[in-house]
């Protein structure tokens, strides 16, 4: 199929606001890696406007470079022209898709979501895993995502212990993925319409009052992507903004710990205090900032999918991350973030750190 | 190809349709496509690589940070694009002999923050500091806000390693701060815009940092009210750190992207002080009053480092306020004049005649304590009458600044974009710069086609559609220039 610049004719001026001034290489983590102009955000601006002219065949080199993308918007949030960097990417990625220019895993997990329902080897229904039939009726449903079902499930029995410990009246979801790795992908809004119009009904028809995330990356996809397509009748909180309205009496502790903001809470929705409020709870703990927190927290070399492009890439980024914790256990909100910051050391999520340390 | 693979490693040389073609990128309004992109990390593997090239006549186009504003490291003839982002060592620090030396690689800001830890640092600062490379810096001659009172680059080189253009690598320089011995060749290279040789080593000049600063802010209701206080304070005379110019384009652009909390106004002038406390107090006395004897609508001082980093954020806002108005886009056209200080208030003035005459927006800032001014352009980039009026100022802009006494570049460097503008304006020098240009390179594979080789005018191998189709893909040739 020929390549069409569908979506790239609406980011056109995007493409032309940018001066190409290079700052963004600075605050590209995939950059600092790689340090080959075409790994940076400037140079996949410039891929994109290639494509868009015509100017370059899109071939595997091209590909890689597009998807070699954590999406963590720092690069953008740091723009001196405030171009909207993930606009271009994210339309680069849906025409070149769209025309079959598909790189190889990217393509496998798309097929496994949409006939599975989920891109892991993880059997349906998700709800199982953890033996707590969905109720017909309840206040509050807990959206786990596909990342807690198959991989992080020690994240998931933190959040429903904590759940259950302190009264809430919750049910799991006959779920499906929420859709975030195809939007990566570059999948058609109408594939992503059917997913959201299923989980949508699974929750509301449950009476559902609020839904709450462990995976920030879920929550954008209902808050940001699924409000596009319908009203949703239900309001969407992390679970870190839930808890947070809790109190729970917690045990004594000297462990030394760090955090770590998940590019989509922190920069993505300005979720900053509430972890850190949440962690200086448990009576004296030793908290300490990372040198690049908040704002101008690095990314953990999970997002935007990356790792089915170029797994060694996201490790090594993790690893960038971790050095700067040093000694410290990192705490974090997101089961991507935890899942690849394991591999290179000590890693819990704030609900695993509450729950440890419960007074049961 | 496999004769590069062997000197650099197979993962440092790349011809991938991608590589290709962003290595024909940099920060101008230029590029062209690349044949194959090498990262060399020593000396030798730079001099293996330009042997190579000479022997078959390859054009070899040396990149640093990819900042360069007019077309230095877009490969307008193709050939070999040579990225110094591996040769990021500082070799050594020697703060008790006032020097450092660097391979060409290293990021402006990287290095200062090593030289901070001993309480030095090397002072041109450019804007681009965060992602411009020191050995670009040194052959582009760059400089910054401070020159008025630190100067430019090139004031900082004492020495340097150049792979020649036969691949011989000469030492041009020395390590100590005062040098009679022969030629001073190591200035030659310095603003060369990588068509004599590749620096792959540089031995620079550092200085202590200034204990203290501070800024203040004088708003006019007239420009030349403003030209008047940027020169008595000259002349009075305090040399200030950095005197910084905004007109009223960039003023009310800031002020309405960003709720700026500036003075509505036809020109600001920011000025910076740095020193001993009681040294910054008595200048600071004396440029208030200086600014208000001109007539100042508006006078505030501060030296509160959160103030300070405030004011210096507005002055900064420039270029996204700019990119926020709808239907233009800034672009690099004739962005580096300077001309002699007392002569802003004219040139100013004429710029903003020249944009009403052609329909387009020019907005002015820049070091008017040196006389470095910097134009934005705000075009219809899509729209090819839109260029042809640019191109037409463009010229009309140089007229102007020649006929001042000016320069057509301060500190951005010729390349592509300004190199018509160069070739009227030293015109009795180009046989000696052509001369030399044979002597190092006879066969013209250093960076070619840049400076006086450039032939036409600026409308070419743009990286704007020029047009745009109905079905949305630009138009066939779009790039090639508008015409």
């Given amino acids: 199929m020929a390549f069409k610049p569908n979506r790239l004719n609406s980011v056109v001026d995007e493409m032309n606001t940018c001066t190409a001034c290079a700052t963004c290489l600075v605050t590209c983590d995939v950059f600092q890696v790689l340090q080959w102009d075409s790994s940076s955000p400037r140079g996949r601006v410039q891929l994109a406007y290639g494509l868009y002219t015509g100017e370059i065949e899109p071939d595997n080199s091209v590909l890689t470079r597009i998807y070699q993308c954590t999406k963590c918007g720092r690069s953008e949030q740091e723009c001196p022209s405030s171009v909207k960097l993930l606009d271009i990417f994210e339309a680069a990625r849906h025409d070149l898709f769209e025309a079959g220019y598909r790189l190889e895993n990217y393509e496998r997990f798309r097929n496994k979501i949409l006939t599975e329902g989920n891109p892991y080897d993880g059997e349906e229904p998700r709800w199982k895993v953890f033996g707590r039939e969905p109720k017909e009726r309840a206040e509050v449903a807990y959206f786990m995502g596909c990342k807690i079902a198959f991989q992080e499930q020690e994240m998931g029995r933190a959040t429903i212990g904590l759940l259950e410990h302190l009264g809430v009246d919750y049910t799991l979801l006959d779920e499906t993925c929420c859709g975030a790795p195809l939007v990566n992908a570059g999948v058609s809004d109408e594939e992503i319409e059917k997913i959201a119009r299923r989980n949508v009904e699974e929750i509301a028809k449950r009476g559902v009052k609020t839904v709450i995330f462990s995976c920030p990356s879920c929550m954008i996809s209902f808050k940001d992507l699924y409000s596009q397509f319908m009203d949703l009748p239900f309001e969407m909180r992390h679970e870190v903004e839930f808890f947070r309205d809790y109190g729970m009496e917690l045990k004594e502790t000297d462990e030394k710990v760090t955090y770590h903001d998940p590019c989509h809470l922190g920069r993505h929705y300005g979720i900053y205090d509430e972890p850190r409020e949440l962690i200086a709870r448990v009576p004296g703990i030793d908290f300490e900032e990372m040198e690049n927190s908040r704002e101008k927290a690095l990314c953990c070399g999970a997002g935007g999918s990356m790792k089915l492009a170029d797994k060694d890439l996201g490790v090594k980024i993790g690893r960038i991350r971790m050095e700067e914790a040093g000694e410290r256990t990192v705490i974090t909100a997101c089961p991507n973030c935890k899942n690849n910051l394991a591999i290179s050391g000590r890693v819990k999520s704030v609900s695993e750190l509450l729950y440890e340390n419960l007074k049961k | ?483």
């Fill in chain 2, 1 to 483: 190809m496999k004769e590069l693979e062997t000197i650099v490693g197979p993962e440092n040389v790349s011809t991938s349709a991608a590589d290709t073609y962003v290595f024909g990128f940099d920060s101008s309004i230029h590029r062209h496509k690349a044949d194959v992109v090498v990262m060399p990390s020593t000396t030798e593997e730079v001099s293996a690589i330009v042997k190579l090239a000479n022997r078959y006549k390859i054009p070899v186009v040396a990149r640093g940070g990819g900042t360069g504003l007019s077309g230095h490291a877009v490969p307008v003839k193709g050939g070999i694009v040579l990225s110094t982002r591996r040769m990021t060592r500082i070799i050594d620090v020697r703060v008790e002999d006032l020097y450092v030396r660097v391979q060409p690689g290293i990021i402006n800001d990287d290095l200062n923050k090593v030289l901070m830890e001993r309480s030095f640092y090397f002072p041109p600062t450019p804007g681009s500091g965060k992602v411009a490379t020191i050995g670009g810096m040194v052959a582009n001659n760059a400089s910054g806000m401070r020159a008025i009172k630190y100067g430019a680059t090139r004031d900082y080189v004492m020495g340097m390693e150049v792979v020649l253009p036969t691949g011989d690598i000469a030492h041009f320089g020395t390590r100590t701060i005062k040098n009679s011995t022969g030629y001073q060749l190591d200035r030659l290279i310095v603003g060369s815009e990588g068509t004599l040789g590749i620096i792959t080593e540089i031995t620079l000049r550092i200085m202590p940092v200034p204990e203290n600063k501070a800024l203040v802010l004088a708003a006019f209701d007239d420009l030349r009210k403003a030209g008047q206080t940027i020169s008595d304070v000259i002349a009075y005379p305090v040399i200030p750190s950095a005197m910084e110019f905004m007109d009223k384009t960039c003023i009310d652009a800031v002020i309405s992207a960003f709720n700026v909390n500036f003075p509505h106004s036809e020109a600001i002038v920011m000025i910076e002080l740095d020193g001993h406390k009681a040294e910054i107090a008595e200048n600071m006395a004396i440029v208030e009053k200086i600014a208000a004897d001109a007539g100042a609508i508006e006078v505030r001082s501060s030296d509160d480092p959160d103030e300070m980093a405030e004011w210096v954020a507005a002055r900064k806002a420039v270029l996204p306020a700019m990119s926020a108005m709808p239907n233009r886009a800034s672009v690099a056209l004739a962005d580096d004049m300077s001309v002699p200080i007392s002569k802003i208030p004219d040139a100013v003035v004429a710029f903003h005649e020249i944009a009403e005459k052609y329909d387009i927006i020019i907005a002015t800032y820049g070091h008017a304590g040196d006389g470095n001014l910097h134009t934005k352009f705000l075009l219809d980039v899509n729209d090819p009458e839109a260029w042809k009026r640019g191109e037409a100022a463009v010229g009309e802009v140089y007229a102007v600044v020649n006929s001042l006494g000016g320069t057509t570049s301060g500190e951005h460097g010729i390349a592509i974009t300004k190199a018509p503008y160069m070739r009227e304006e030293r015109k009795d020098a180009l046989a000696a710069m052509i001369a030399i240009k044979k002597a190092l390179d006879p066969n013209n594979i250093m960076n070619p086609g840049k400076l006086f080789e450039w032939e036409g005018l600026i409308l070419a191998d743009l990286r704007y559609p020029a047009k745009v189709e109905e079905d949305g893909r630009p138009a066939e040739g779009f790039g090639k220039g508008v015409e």
